[in-house]
């Protein structure tokens, strides 16, 4: 763990909406030189990247290409060996507070599903009278007060959704948040997803499944051994992939 | 909430106990461990404290402990049997003043086959030559108690050195009575003990008392009240109640009524008024 | 080993016959060692649990004195209280010294390094899984203690009973603090002492047969409370 620098708590930053007032957009997100060394290896290497504002940025790319990595390192959870990710140059504490990430494992905290909510809701002092439209919109409704740790897999990740939607984000990261879960609640969590995108909420979607790619991709960022190998948009990605990593990947020869 | 209740309730009985530590109705007695072991106050108490309405509460430990403890303000009274260390606490200006109460005496209790063969004697000098000559276990109390100084003082004028022997023959438990003759018993040791703790003892399996009846053997309890010059917080009016009544002639008859199995443990001596 | 089996019997026919005694002293024991153990948690459990998700210089230090604290001897706690309410002592005009005050103290300081180093144990496991989601949430540190704090609440029942099982055992600490005074500070293991100390083998068996039935059933009430509330939880029938 030593090489892997955490970022300290950062303090609470009051929520605010893209474009609302005096406070300044999110996006666009600049990323130039990322590089991540865990153990004397790069995990990440020279990452360049930009996100414009708006739509749904999937990001493939085999297993160790660093997709999750990436994620977090755009999140503020961890911090980069060198290079520098900049939201719209503001500082990097007050981005991770007006963003949300969906585990690939949901973390749920040993309470009921209503009060899994409300912590989130509160600790965001966000508007507590959500929570119950939130959980009717990922079906969770009628199990408002069962204890969450007893959710399936599929109900404990939209439960995860829903909390990361109430949080109100403005760009919402979710990492491998379908992989081995029921059809039904990948449909669900594919809809919500999609429903936010269309309300304004920047989304990266890190991905391993070809055909949610396409479902849900405006554009593809594709990762290949800690290099970004393509970033292009999901029209041209998919029927032309320019890299040869990306054309191999589309064509199941490289399975990891 | 019940936990922040319960918090509070604590908090609460915690300030409660000292408040109640200071109402004026109760002393402390700082006591030799004979006189409570042997169940002298459990008769005495009741006795005195349904008369004068004073609560008398009892804290024993060995008398060396008992005299530091008062040393420290941290008792009323003080009621044990080192007749030395007493009249130094006195004249350290402790203590008002020390009043013989009561006595009983010290006897050697040993085991049913006796190693040294010293059942039946009364020369205690003889008796602890013998017992470090033949090498046969002795326990000692190595507390700094008042049957510890007394029994130093008895090995001294035999002119034995048992120190030297410590750990091989010589045994130093270093606790109190009941425990010192609960290990001499385990370990088939010969065991100095006031006369009063080893009638009301209830472990004595094959043991028996050896030695008895020598006038050196002869125990002398004493009492002092604490003086409140030296401890502002001592409560020395209902102090010097009790010490009076202890040795008023009713204190000194109730003494004298106490007994275990038939036998009186302590022998009420108060200079008469 | 006769006296074995009389102190069973003893034991019985005391609880049975229910001598006034006796159940002054075992609930002066529970009073004085439930209140040091819900003292020692209020301590305890937050300095356990800002060790657990705080990283500091020295931080190995910290652990490595606060689990050698666990080991706290209960004579030298017993002392160093003594010292303190001694009437001659710094705190002595407190009049603390020999009532169940000094006794919830010094057991209070005993039980504290058990409770804050099992807790920073527990809590720290629970954060490894919780740090990224909080640090995702933005959390401030007092935001992580409460929440591990409150979703590690069944775990740290188990660590105030290991607290509350030290308490309720010793006898080092109170029998100084205390002074065994009958009827005011005599608790079931100074009384066992006592009885020991007067030859009284079978009686001193006796109740530490009876200290050990309380303890069982202190155990036994956390452990039915822990499940009806997990139950209840499951059925998920009201507010959790």
Known sequence: MSDLQMTDVVPLVPRARTGVGHVAPLLPLEVSGLRLDVGGAALLDGVDLTLAPGGCTVIMGPNGAGKSILLKLLHGLLAPSSGSVSWNALPATQATARQALVFQKPVLLRRSVAANMDFVLKARGADRGRRDALLEDVGLAHKARQPARLLSGGEAQRLALARALATDPEVLFLDEPTASLDPASVLVIERIVGEACARGTRIVFVTHDIGQARRIADEVVFLHRGRVAEHSRATDFFPEPRSQAARDYLAGKIIV | ?273 | MQSIGEAFRLAFTLVVTGEADLYEIVALSLQVSLSATLLACLVGLPIGALVAVSRFRGRGLVLVVMNALMGLPPVVVGLLVYLYLSRSGPLGFLGLLYTPGAMILAQTILIVPIVAALSRQVLEDLHAEYAEQFRSLCLSRWQSVTTLLWDGRYALLTVGLAGFGRAVAEVGAVIIVGGNIDHATRVMTTAIALETSKGDLPLALALGIVLLVLALGVNAGVQSLRMSAARHAMVGASHV
């Open chain 2, 1 to 273: 909430m019940t936990i922040v209740r319960l918090i509070a309730t604590t908090a609460l009985s915690l300030c409660l106990a000292g408040a109640v530590a200071a109402e004026d109705t109760s002393i402390i007695v700082q006591s030799t461990t004979s006189t409570a072991n042997s169940g002298l106050y459990d008769y005495l108490l009741p006795i005195y404290s349904g008369e004068s309405g004073i609560t008398v509460k009892v804290v024993a430990v060995g008398t060396g402990q008992a005299i530091k403890n008062a040393e420290n303000c941290d008792g009323d009274l003080l009621l044990v049997h080192a007749k030395a260390s007493e009249e130094k606490f006195v004249e350290a200006g402790f203590g008002t003043k020390r009043t013989d109460l009561m006595y009983n005496d010290f006897v050697i209790v040993g085991p049913e086959n006796d190693p040294a063969g010293v059942a039946g004697s009364s020369d205690a000098k003889a008796a602890l030559t013998k017992i470090a000559e033949t090498g046969a276990l002795f326990a000692s109390r190595g507390d700094d108690s008042g049957t510890h100084k007394k029994e130093v003082a008895l090995w001294k004028a035999a002119g034995v050195d048992p120190s030297s022997a410590s750990g091989d023959w010589y045994r130093e438990t270093g606790s109190g009575m009941g425990a010192t003759l609960n290990a001499g018993i385990g370990m088939g040791a010969y065991v100095l003990t006031d006369r009063a703790t080893w009638i009301s003892f209830q472990n004595k399996q094959d043991y028996k008392i050896e030695v008895e009846g020598d006038e050196t053997l002869f125990n002398q309890y004493g009492v002092i009240p604490v003086n409140p010059e030296k401890c502002p917080s001592v409560k020395i009016d209902a102090a010097q109640n009790f010490a009076d009544w202890l040795l008023s002639s009713e204190g000194q008859e109730a003494i004298a009524a106490y007994k275990v199995d038939g036998q009186q443990l302590f022998f009420p001596n108060a200079p008469k008024e």
